[in-house]
């Protein structure tokens, strides 16, 4: 059994924007010195698909590294380090399970079925509005319409976004380490507290409306389940969240059916062929790198990682491991999906809003490939930093109008 | 111990011991079983360890609670008599119990 911190590994340049652009050279290169483990800095990244698959479900052994995050901005004993330390994704254990609880059933499958016609309707109408552009850049569409969607299932209201777009925007680049983003990350704090601070008191004073999930949070509040930091704590990581990566999946799988225009017709005719290119979509490349903090040493495939080591999962290329998928740079809607692809993560800290993320997408890929036809990359493409919410920053695009059609039955 | 039998979509039948007061998923997770993944671990997000209870032990197993019942939603066509594997505990009355897995958790 070798010690991680004394083995000589490969160091990997992941905040360089080549690695951003593509991370296969560099990954390829690794793997020829180690077969899934890689440092950047004093960290380890760890990139073999069944490595990821089975260290990350050690929850025993593992915790969120928010502390370590906010240790490299600099930022102890600020109100945006008590978030990052406090919010539901940096918590483990009995208060991490009875925050993801006290959601109740808000991210269900049953709960999303049920809000189809937002789904739905929600895409439709930002179809109605850029469509007459005959084109623009789809990362920039995109941004509008998975935050609406989260505020129709909140029960908020769409106008404020713009306001908070920026803090948004702020929040979810974080995992970059770009110290640079500092100044805008607490100010990003204040404003996103304010927003969360006024729309839940607005709610309690204007009386809870059926159904929707602030009341469904303020509820879980008033049962003692959380507390009032929590629950402005909860919506702040919700309204990120909601934001960056189903819209930068959508846009990823867009990408790729412009590179693969045989699925672009098959996507407009068959919802159940959009799932199965959602689904191929997030095998190719997802938008999450994980970072998790050891608690207790543990033993990996001849490895000991020690107490304290902080080890970031490439969880948005895992499934590009050729030991494991055949062809895997290939996009193939069709092909057999011989392990699933591990976006969500694995673990008690898997993506809440999964389900909410595949149906919206599938939903919003089957409308955006009826209403656009004839598509055409008109300028260039580029990347987002790979750490944080990786995806596509720009993808512009030209096309003629398609036809707008009544939705049939959910597949 | 109680003797369970998991039963693959391609027939293959895997028979084991499991103690009582572990759930369905932890024991064929333990045995090395095929055909549940669990990806959430245990918490009932993640709706990848489904298992369908023969019908001659449903009442004994017993219906899905509400939250299972809003994850079951994932998937449609599977029979009615099906559960999470991860919430279902084990108990010496399960004696001779058989669950099926579907052809994909996924």
């Known amino acids: ?411 | 111990m109680v003797g369970v039998t998991y039963v693959e979509a391609d027939g293959t039948q895997h028979q084991i011991d499991a103690p009582a007061g572990v759930s369905l998923m932890e024991a064929a997770l333990k045995a090395g079983v095929s055909g549940i993944l669990a990806d959430c671990g245990g918490s009932a997000a993640c709706g990848t360890c489904r298992v369908f209870i023969d019908p001659a032990w449903w009442g004994r197993v017993g219906a899905p609670s509400d939250i299972e019942e809003a994850m079951l939603e994932l998937t449609t066509g599977e029979p009615e008599e099906r559960r999470l594997s991860c919430q279902v505990l084990i108990t010496e009355e399960f004696d001779g119990l058989v669950v099926r897995m579907p052809e994909s958790q996924f």
């Open chain 1, 1 to 411: 059994m070798q010690n991680a911190s004394e083995m000589k590994l490969p160091q990997l340049p992941l905040q360089d924007a080549a690695f951003d652009r593509d991370p296969m050279p560099f990954i390829a290169a690794a793997r020829e010195e180690h077969p899934w483990l890689a440092r950047f800095g004093n960290k380890f990244f760890i990139h073999g698909y069944e490595a990821i698959k089975d260290i990350q479900y050690r929850d025993a052994n593992l915790r969120p590294a928010h502390d370590d995050v906010v240790a490299t901005y600099g930022a102890e004993g600020t109100p945006w380090a008590d978030y990052m330390e406090g919010m539901m994704l940096a918590q483990w254990g009995p208060k991490h399970a009875q925050l993801r609880a006290a959601m109740g059933d808000t991210f269900t499958p049953r709960n999303i079925n049920r809000h189809i016609d937002l789904v739905r309707g929600t895409i439709s109408d930002l179809l109605d509005e850029w469509i007459p552009k005959r084109g623009f850049d789809f990362a920039e569409f995109a941004s509008y319409f998975p935050i609406a969607v989260l505020c129709g299932l909140l029960g908020t209201d769409i106008s404020e976004i713009p306001r908070i777009k920026h803090s948004l925007e702020t929040q979810t680049a974080v995992l970059s380490l770009n110290k640079d983003l500092i100044k805008d990350l607490l100010a990003g704090y204040d404003v996103l507290w304010d927003f969360t601070d006024k729309l839940v008191k607005d709610r309690e004073v204007y009386g809870l409306q059926d159904g929707t999930m602030l009341d469904q949070l303020i509820s879980s509040k008033n049962a003692g389940q959380m507390s009032e930091e929590d629950l402005r704590w909860t919506l702040m990581l919700l309204f990120p969240a909601g934001y960056d990566t189903s819209k930068n999946m959508l846009t990823l799988a867009i990408y790729h059916l412009l590179e693969n225009p045989q699925y672009w017709d098959r996507c407009a005719e068959d919802i159940g062929f959009c799932l199965k290119t959602v689904e191929e979509a997030f095998r190719h490349t997802s938008t999450a790198t994980i970072f998790r903090k050891v608690t207790e040493d543990f033993d990996y495939d001849g490895v000991r990682f020690a107490k304290d080591d902080v080890l970031i999962f490439a969880n948005s290329i895992a499934s590009r491991d050729p030991r494991v998928f055949d062809d895997p740079m290939k996009f193939d809607p069709d092909r057999k999906q011989t392990h699933r692809h591990l976006a969500f993560g694995r673990g008690a800290h898997i993506c809440l809003g999964q389900h909410l993320a595949k149906t919206q997408i599938a939903e919003g890929l089957h409308q955006v490939t009826q209403r656009i036809k004839s598509p055409r990359l008109v300028g260039e493409v580029r990347w987002r930093p790979y750490l944080g919410v990786w995806g596509l920053r720009t993808l512009p695009i030209e096309f003629e109008p398609g036809e707008k059609r009544l939705q049939a039955e959910p597949a």
